[in-house]
């Protein structure tokens, strides 16, 4: 199982006629593996 969560660090522009938002954010990701094989980890 792999949660991922997104963190705002920053908001870069926003142009509200065309409805577009840059911004900074981390991307957070944990894994949990019960069973880790050569074929099956997580990065």
């Known amino acids: 199982m792999v949660l991922?969560?997104?963190d705002f660090q920053q908001i870069l522009?926003?142009?509200e006629k065309h409805q577009v938002l840059q911004?900074?954010?981390?991307?957070?990701m944990v894994c949990f593996a019960?069973?880790?094989?050569?074929?099956?980890?997580c990065i």
């Open 34 to 41: 019960t069973q880790i094989k050569k074929t099956n980890l």
């Open 13 to 15: 522009s926003l142009d």
């Open 23 to 28: 911004s900074n954010v981390w991307l957070k």
């Open 4 to 6: 991922l969560g997104l």
